[in-house]
């Protein structure tokens, strides 16, 4: 029999967890939702923006904070980048293409980091006390990060619901076709998304590095995982994300105390994939 | 059309009189590389069965893993030979393709939707042998436990690389007869209406689900032999090379690269990244890890963009239009 405060302190690490596969999938799903496109190196992208953020605190000395804003401008400017580069040309083309298309810049991007940094693991280090509540330990920095990433996605939904440019981007993944007849450009409406979602996957490379050490293959280890969220959640439903990034964590922190680290994945991944043929449309999706 | 069939011929002679040159000293690494070739290439045929269809999966890893895990542990744990595992990791991973594929079928998952799911399919079963480490040895991957230097028919371990040489084109000659049968069938027409519209197709009497196993069956089966003989060949199965998203995915790569609509499309693709890799991996040495799948990246994204139909698909487009040409022509 397992210990309770174990198994309690696994809720709560999947709480944690859960805050960052939500603030990953945040972005992801956006871009998914707007311009109805999978970037499958997404999380590749969040990888480089941890580099971005390691590399300017340890190398140039830079404050994390600051690094953690210029990390937001790269993650920005990487997002412009592949839609410009990549996305652009291929818009019209067959969805599995796009979603090849940006199975090379995994590749790529994977690679590149193992030419240019090697496979070593690197992290900044933070070291914040962590806290005891009744024989539980919770990491301080995990903590800090969780509230900021509620408070970036907080941010997304005030800047989609309540300016110009996000209402016409919320309008144009209701309906591509009507908003050009509305007078509004979609086009520039896209390069706006995949700057935000870039923006998004900064922020969250900014919050991530100082949990976890980056490395080469980063994304591979929680790439699917996103995308799973964001398909459970309903693509482009940014609330039904939020939830299903928390139950995904939970069954994978508490099935990994359970059973094992890999069965408690295992079990996600089962899970997802069932619940992908009951309900085809996200866990929240309304028959029709 | 003759002149097809002499070409064929002579390629056929010419691949078959390889392990009979005189090679010097590299012979052995040459014989190699060709070996790999040939079974990968086997293996992207068989995933551009269900990929010229629309039905793009992203986790042959998983069947991949299943048939070299199969008849690995099955000798290894219960001496059955490789005759017998071969046949019983296939059947078991076709159970899986059609368990995974008759949900999928039924409940309309295709597109992108399609590729997730058999992603995470990949990903449970690399995930499932790295967990059992006490049987299939873990990340660590296993080993072929045949002793030291065994060699003979039973375990079907040959210390001579010639003899896998003709296995390994014997395997790759199968999957290109049963990729022209597919071609030639019933079945195409009525797949390639499936992968345009589901329902138009059901509405005029194709049994949308029916065809849409077969194929994956089909498939599914012959990406479990070859991932069996390459544990064979290699006597070594290890989860990262034969199971998960990176192995997945580089098939769905060489595919595209050659071309997934035309017969030697996939050999093709296969042929230049096997040769690509090996090459650069000669000429720096481990001095640059990673050069390769750097280009790779790269040349899927300029491919995708530029040339969707592939090296060779692209090259039998035009050959086909500049023959073509003349004769429309010339009836004046």
């Known amino acids: 029999m397992i210990d309770p405060i174990f198994l309690l302190e696994a809720v709560i690490n999947g709480i944690l967890l859960g805050g960052v596969l939500a603030?990953?999938?945040?972005?992801?799903?956006?871009?998914?939702?707007?311009?109805?496109?999978?970037?499958?190196?997404?999380?590749?992208?969040?990888?480089?923006?941890?580099?971005?953020?390691?590399?300017l605190v340890t190398l140039y000395g830079w404050p994390l904070p600051l690094a953690g804003v210029a990390s937001i401008g790269v993650g920005a400017l990487l997002g412009l980048a592949v839609h410009q580069l990549i996305i652009t040309p291929i818009l019209a083309s067959p969805p599995i293409n796009q979603l090849l298309a940006t199975g090379g810049l995994l590749f790529f991007v994977q690679s590149c980091a193992t030419l240019l940094w090697s496979t070593d693991h690197r992290s900044v280090r933070v070291t914040l006390p962590t806290i005891e509540v009744g024989g539980i330990f919770i990491s301080f920095t995990r903590l800090i990060a969780f509230a900021l990433s509620i408070l970036a996605?907080?941010?997304?939904?005030?800047?989609?619901?309540r300016t110009y440019t996000g209402t016409a981007i919320r309008a144009v993944s209701q309906d591509r076709e009507a908003i050009a007849l509305m007078g509004a450009r979609p086009q520039r409406l896209y390069l706006v998304?995949?700057?935000?979602?870039?923006?998004?996957?900064?922020?969250a490379g900014a919050l991530l590095i100082i949990q976890y050490a980056v490395h080469p293959y980063f994304g591979g280890a929680f790439g699917p995982l996103t995308f799973m969220v964001c398909v459970l959640g309903g693509l482009g439903n940014m609330v039904g994300a939020f939830f299903a990034a928390f139950i995904m964590a939970q069954i994978i922190s508490v099935g990994g105390v359970l059973v094992s680290t890999e069965m408690g994945y295992v079990i996600a991944f089962v899970v997802f994939i069932v619940l992908m043929f009951v309900r085809p449309g996200g866990i929240f999706a309304r028959r029709a | 059309m003759t002149g097809r069939l002499a070409t064929w011929a002579l390629g056929l002679v010419v691949l078959a009189a390889i392990p009979a040159m005189p090679l010097g000293r590299a012979q052995e690494y040459i014989w190699h590389v060709i070996i790999q070739i040939f079974l990968w290439s086997f293996i992207g045929n068989a995933w551009s069965l269900m990929g010229?269809?629309?039905?793009v999966s992203l986790g042959h890893g998983a069947f991949l893993g299943v048939g070299a895990y199969g008849t690995v542990l099955l000798w290894n744990f219960f001496h059955v030979t490789p005759w017998l595992g071969v046949l019983a990791s296939i059947a078991l991973t076709v159970a899986l393709a059609l368990i995974v594929a008759y949900p999928c079928s039924r409940f309309q998952v295709v597109g992108?939707?399609?590729?997730?799911?058999?992603?995470?399919?990949?990903e449970v079963i690399r995930l499932l042998i790295v967990a059992e480490r006490d049987w299939t040895g873990g990340s660590l991957g296993v080993s072929l436990?045949?002793?030291?230097?065994?060699?003979?028919?039973?375990?079907?371990?040959?210390?001579?690389?010639?003899?896998?040489?003709?296995?390994?084109?014997?395997?790759?000659?199968?999957?290109?007869?049963?990729?022209?049968?597919?071609?030639?069938?019933?079945?195409?027409?009525?797949m390639e209406a499936i992968g345009e519209d589901e329902t138009a197709a059901a509405s005029v009497g194709i049994h949308v689900t029916r065809f849409k196993m077969g194929i994956t069956a089909l498939s599914a089966g012959l990406t479990a032999l070859g991932g069996t003989l390459l544990a064979l060949y290699l006597?070594?199965?290890?989860?990262?090379?034969?199971?998960?998203?990176?192995?997945?995915?580089?098939?769905?790569?060489?595919?595209?690269?050659?071309?997934?609509?035309?017969?030697?499309?996939?050999?093709?693709?296969?042929?230049?990244?096997?040769?690509?890799?090996?090459?650069?991996r000669i000429y720096f040495g481990i001095k640059l890890i990673g050069i390769a799948e750097t280009i790779y990246g790269l040349a899927l994204i300029l491919f995708i963009i530029f040339l969707p139909a592939g090296i060779w698909g692209s090259l039998a487009d035009a050959w086909r239009r500049r023959r073509a040409a003349p004769a429309r022509t010339a009836p004046a």
Not at chain 2, 52 to 55: I, S
Not at chain 2, 149 to 167: E, H, I, M, N
């Open chain 2, 52 to 55: 010229r269809f629309g039905l």
């Open chain 1, 153 to 161: 996605m907080i941010g997304l939904y005030f800047f989609l619901t």
């Open chain 2, 235 to 280: 006597a070594y199965a290890n989860p990262d090379t034969l199971s998960g998203i990176g192995v997945s995915l580089r098939i769905v790569f060489a595919v595209v690269l050659g071309g997934m609509y035309v017969l030697l499309g996939p050999s093709v693709g296969t042929a230049l990244t096997i040769a690509l890799s090996e090459y650069l």
């Open chain 1, 23 to 55: 603030l990953l999938a945040l972005g992801l799903n956006l871009i998914f939702g707007v311009i109805d496109i999978v970037w499958i190196a997404y999380v590749d992208l969040v990888a480089l923006c941890m580099y971005a953020v390691y590399f």
């Open chain 2, 145 to 190: 436990a045949t002793g030291a230097g065994a060699s003979g028919l039973w375990t079907l371990q040959f210390a001579d690389k010639r003899v896998f040489y003709y296995v390994g084109m014997a395997a790759w000659l199968f999957g290109l007869w049963v990729w022209w049968r597919v071609d030639r069938s019933m079945a195409r027409a009525a």
């Open chain 2, 112 to 122: 992108h939707y399609f590729g997730l799911v058999t992603l995470a399919v990949g």
């Open chain 1, 193 to 203: 998304t995949s700057a935000v979602g870039g923006a998004m996957a900064g922020i």
